[in-house]
């Protein structure tokens, strides 16, 4: 499966490149930053795997689209847009420096404004990061009105993508309440976030939009969205898990950033509710801590090898795997065998991964 | 002319109050966060003039549409969720606390931050900030595709709007750049950044949505970019003039916060250019400083009448305002004299405005 989506990539990036520096360059030109940025985009989006492109292909196939259009690939240059634009912003608000195995978006501003010795670097970069995500947005939104998107299907997909990338806004608003919030967060809390965050941003957006370029009854297309909902949770805890016990190198971002940041997950959750007071302790002050060493990360994960909780979070995640591997079978009568066997791969993907 | 538009305003906010609190409400529902922002939006949203919503309507009127059908409002409601948007990210880069004469949405969520004790409110807020603007985006393009928007006019209306914010966002960068830039910014760089952000974005975008729902034909729509190129930079000199030389309530953001954030506006470029060593000495420490106190105001302005820059910055405007009244009198050969008349007057307005 990822053969399959990771093949879609140089098509994808060889359209986002001919549309920001072909078709828009006289946009990007008239203004000083337009060139800057639009190289920064080309080269961020670039550094993706591009997994949300490609699922627009795979949504388009899964009803037997195999030769996809060039409307399909417009969407495909969509996704990726507006996950640059995303990843621009959340990583401002997480103060992430790495990204994709280079500074992310902000912190390459604030290296420029520290070359050229402006003052307060850190907000200038955090600035011209908010202005270049918006600006992502709006290229995208700009390519659901291509004259190769047929307009019958135009209002579709802009009401299905305003609509996912709105819950994906409010989704992130919790995401950073309990970034920051002292607190536990509940089982279900957390499992809410992955569904509307993940789930249906990465997965039930994409696939939802293929199969609607396909002419997909509406039906299946929802179905498809339910889908989309268990295929990020489970991607979502693997996620977790490597960003715990993965390697900097292959996860593009820097390992412990996630407990730097305290981001409530359910590694979190089971670990505080399991931990003994005295362990709670020294977790405190390791959870949210600017820049936890080796020692502290070999700690934390110590204590969930020790309470179970790798295997506790398992249990969830196999549990979700199943409902959705039901799903994939017994709820889209009008899609073809090949097509559920396609999304069966991609959920056997997300269970296995390993970066 | 300004009776004409703050007139447009109840039908716009009663149609943005229901769209989020009706039409929207399961979608804010099911995020915690949701029905907060949605209050905070319809309330930020209400405490604005909602000129640019107005200025769609007007659009439809200088091509005779004078009994606006309901994409008309649709559209002014995108408009005014798309200044809302603007406006709250803007208000994080140049850390303005106060906005339409209250707190500014991020200032709100600091506040929430602070209130509820979690670690670095001022992060929170913007961040929490960041995330409401982006939603206002999604739900500013769920608009352009509602059934009400007829499905020849969505396409156009939604590549104008890409287009047009797009350029709003590489222009704020150049903003953002010029905020914080030390040395002093050339007349055409501050002139070109006042007709690609102000003039194209408040003035050409609003009347071009609306000429294009009265099927206005597309040469006249694009003269009615420049002519709102024109009307744009009137305005934000306007803007400039006030913001220095207005009151702090009637303005409804803080008085001197233009020279508190150093912003490059022509006043200021006119100003060093004319000031002696000691005086430029002394206004190189109040511009840019955090919080100029009123002596600091004063001495700037005073430096101003010396000078003659206020006159210098006058004759500025009234080049722009005649060849803008030109362009309107010779150049929109299918709109009828009424609609002439009702941008002329728009121009005069721009002119004489003090608040």
Same mark, same amino acid.
Do not use: W
């Given at each position: ?16 490149? #001919? ?18 940025? &639009? ?31 060039? &409307? ?98 409010? &989704? ?138 790798? #295997? ?18 017994? #709820? ?24």
């Amino acid at each position: 499966m990822i053969d399959y989506l990771v093949q879609q990539k140089a098509r994808i990036s060889h359209a986002l490149d #001919s549309y920001l520096h072909g078709e828009m360059k006289q946009l990007f030109e008239r203004h000083p930053f337009g060139p800057d940025v &639009a190289d920064r985009l080309v080269d961020f989006s670039g550094r993706g795997k591009m997994i949300r492109g490609a699922l627009v292909y795979l949504g388009a196939e899964l009803y037997g689209h195999s030769e996809p259009g060039p &409307a399909t690939t417009r969407l495909a240059c969509v996704m990726e847009l507006l996950q640059s634009f995303l990843l621009i912003h959340d990583d401002i608000m997480d103060g992430d420096l790495l990204r994709r195995g280079a500074p992310s978006v902000f912190a390459q501003y604030e290296h420029m404004g520290r070359e050229r010795q402006l003052a307060d670097p850190r907000h200038f970069g955090e600035s011209m990061g908010i202005c270049a995500g918006d600006v992502a947005i709006f290229l995208a939104t700009a390519l659901v009105a291509h004259d190769e998107v047929p307009e019958g299907l135009e209002r579709k997909l802009l009401r299905l993508i305003s609509t996912e990338i709105a819950r994906v806004g409010l &989704a992130q608003m919790s995401d950073v309440y309990h970034g920051v919030y002292p607190g536990q967060v509940p089982e279900q809390e957390i499992i809410d976030l992955y569904r509307f965050k993940t789930g249906r941003y990465t997965f039930s957006l994409p696939l939802m939009c293929g199969a609607t370029i396909a002419h997909a009854p509406e039906s299946d297309v929802s179905t498809l969205g339910l889908i989309g909902e268990g295929l990020g949770v489970v991607f979502q805890i693997k996620d977790d898990y490597i960003g715990l016990f993965g390697e900097t190198d292959a996860i593009g971002k820097t390992v412990g950033s996630d407990i730097a940041s305290d981001k409530k997950t359910l590694y979190r959750t089971f670990l505080f509710d399991a931990a003994t007071e005295a362990e709670r302790a020294r977790l405190d002050t390791i959870f949210g801590s600017p820049d936890p060493d080796a020692d502290d990360i070999d700690y934390v994960l110590g204590c969930m090898q020790d309470h179970g909780v790798v #295997s506790r979070v398992e249990s969830v995640l196999l549990a979700y795997a199943d409902d959705t591997r039901d799903t994939i079978r017994n #709820s889209l009568p009008n899609m073809p065998a090949e097509g559920r066997e396609l999304l069966e791969r991609l959920l056997e993907y997300n269970l296995t991964r390993e970066a």
